[in-house]
């Protein structure tokens, strides 16, 4: 009897240990990055209230850095009106070809759905956007916003309920954020001009100031100590729970709940968006500039002033927008056409031009792969 008491101790002192150590609080792991005078911390660091006013929207981001494990996040969005204000919660790297995973809720008029936006950026390469409407409302209560990060897979969860597997396949050359520390973000801005129905829906100020609001951020993640994390982070040791089997891939039950999320709740996905991948491919051939930003995050002063392109702000919903695209010509003639440097790879799925592989085509058979 005694015996089993110590052990319930024991075990009951361990659990407690584990959460203290993972869960975060808001004044020790975070700080504001932008927007101070829009934000509050309460209740000895647990909860946080990131606001956007006629005068600034507010941002903070953890202070330190990771690689692989669980972000979690307890989120409840603006209530009411929320149109044209977007919330962010992601993880991303510094730097030029930065990895990024995404996670950002654009706002809506009350009563209409909020647009739940996935995308993630593997060396600097995004427009892998997946949009869902929330099979809940998301205003009226906080809702467990977790993104799983391992060598394997990427898995963004809401209510554990997994919504988006992106899984590694460098085996067939499509880049992963496997290299590169990440901090998680967490932001609220003004994104009017795109935000709400294609950027129709203006912001209105009389329903000003607009709180995201958290709690319950735990960070059980490998912290960054330098490039030798690249190894460490990944090494399969019981330590790193994120790189144990069962974390590898979803079970049967998760694979059904995914699916009953995208049969019912999927809006955009990337992978389906063939016109899409086609015309970016030959935009490239032509030479032509065809900037499709789809990353919408309120721009970093830090990082503007670093002239970061991707943080300018996108003007597209999600890489949904229509661009003006040669849909007549096949690829095939745009290679011809582009009169050398350019010619399909070695696969037939991808094309080089001046030594630079550009594999849209590789990035589809990605998704089919991943539906399969
Ligand atoms: C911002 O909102 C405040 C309070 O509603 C108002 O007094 C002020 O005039 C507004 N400022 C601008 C620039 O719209
Ligand atoms: C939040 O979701 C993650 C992912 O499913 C899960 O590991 C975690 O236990 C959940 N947190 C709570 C408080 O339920
Ligand atoms: C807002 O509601 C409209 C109408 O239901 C819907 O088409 C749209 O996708 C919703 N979300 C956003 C962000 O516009």
Same mark, same amino acid.
């Given at each position: 009897?005694? +015996? ?20 975060? +609080? ?40 990771y690689l692989f ?7 409840? =969005? ?12 992601y993880l991303s790297s510094?730097?030029?070809k930065h990895d990024e995973i995404d ?7 009350? /009563? ?7 995308n993630v950026y593997a060396q600097g390469v995004g427009?892998r ?14 809702? +467990?916003?977790?993104i799983?990060w391992n060598p394997?897979q990427i ?11 992106f899984?590694n396949?460098e085996?067939?050359?499509i880049p992963y954020p496997n290299q590169q520390a990440m ?25 000003? !100031? ?15 100590? /330098?490039?030798?994390?690249i190894?460490?982070c990944a090494?399969?040791? !019981? ?5 144990? #089997? ?9 694979? %059904? ?22 015309? =970016?491919?030959?935009?490239? =051939?032509? /030479? ?14 830090? =990082?503007? #002033? ?48 001046? %030594? ?17």
């Open positions: 009897m005694g +015996n089993l008491k110590a052990l319930f101790i024991a075990l009951v002192s361990n659990i407690a240990l584990a959460n203290s150590v993972a869960r975060a +609080n808001f004044y020790a792991d975070t700080f504001f990055n932008w927007g101070y005078q829009n934000t509050a911390i309460w209740g000895d660091g647990d909860n946080l209230a990131l606001i956007l006013n006629n005068v600034s929207g507010s941002g903070i981001q953890t202070r330190k850095q494990g669980s972000i979690e996040m307890q989120i409840k =969005l603006v209530e009411g009106n929320s149109a044209g204000t977007v919330t962010t919660y510094t730097g030029e996670f950002e809720f654009l706002g809506n008029l009350s /009563g209409k759905p909020y647009m739940i936006h996935t427009n956007e997946q949009q869902f409407y929330p099979w809940f409302d998301p205003t009226s209560d906080f809702h +467990n916003y977790t799983h394997s898995v963004w969860f809401i209510d554990s309920i997994p919504i988006r597997v899984k396949h085996n067939i050359g901090q998680a973000y967490s932001s609220i801005w003004n994104a009017d001009n795109w935000a709400t129905q294609g950027g129709l829906v203006k912001i209105d100020w009389s329903n000003a !100031p607009f709180i995201a609001r958290y709690r319950k951020l735990k960070l059980r993640a490998c912290e960054w100590k /330098g490039q030798n994390s190894y460490k090494s399969s040791t !019981p330590n790193n729970w994120w790189t144990s #089997s069962e974390y590898s891939q979803l079970s049967y039950a998760q694979m %059904g709940q995914m699916e009953w999320v995208r049969n019912n709740y999927m809006v955009y996905d990337y992978c389906k968006d063939t016109k899409r991948f086609l015309c =970016l491919l030959k935009s490239a =051939l032509c /030479g032509v500039s065809f900037h499709v930003s789809t990353d919408h995050h309120e721009p970093d002063p830090r =990082l503007l #002033s670093e002239d970061h392109p991707r943080e300018r702000g996108g003007s597209e919903g999600g890489g949904v927008g229509d661009r003006d695209c040669d849909g007549d010509r096949s690829v095939a003639e745009h290679v011809e056409e582009s009169g050398g440097g350019a010619e399909v790879d070695d696969e037939g799925d991808g094309v080089v031009i001046d %030594g630079d592989e550009i594999g849209p085509l590789a990035e589809l058979a990605h998704c089919a792969e991943v539906l399969l």
